[in-house]
């Protein structure tokens, strides 16, 4: 979107464009891309500089006007898979892994000295079956 320099006019200005989408999308990528181009640039061309969202088969563009102008009318400000996990997925599972180490190393003391029930510890479940450590 950010290559419609011939559409870009100072008097407009810019505006930053945010997307965010998530699978299973409804059309075809170029499909959907087109369709919120077209609705974006209808909106750009119609001198608003209110906030705006658009939205088409599972993806959302979200619009923000620039207080300046920056030489195109569309500038990308940021894109979200919502199916990746974001940034931070990546650093969870070492986390909760280190976490669970952490909680089961604390416990397993008490589970062993206790005869509450209720807590088990299990490599197997099946019909009911609970093997407790």
Do not use: C
């Not at 898979?81 to 931070?88: R, V």
């Amino acid at each position: 979107m950010e290559n419609f320099p011939d559409r870009f006019s100072e008097e407009r200005g810019s505006f930053f464009w945010d997307l965010d989408f998530q699978r299973p999308l409804q059309d075809e990528p170029g499909n959907i891309a087109r369709q919120l181009a077209k609705v974006a640039r209808e909106y750009y061309e119609g001198n608003s500089r209110e906030d705006k969202e658009i939205e088409s088969g599972n993806a959302t563009l979200a619009i923000f006007p620039s207080e300046h102008p920056l030489g195109y009318a569309f500038v990308l400000r940021t894109s979200g898979d919502n199916d990746s996990g974001g940034w931070l997925g990546e650093i969870y599972p070492p986390s909760i892994r280190l976490a669970l180490a952490e909680k089961i190393a604390k416990t397993k003391p008490l589970l062993r000295s206790s005869n509450i029930g209720g807590f088990y510890s299990s490599t197997t479940f099946g019909h009911g079956s609970v093997e407790r450590e």
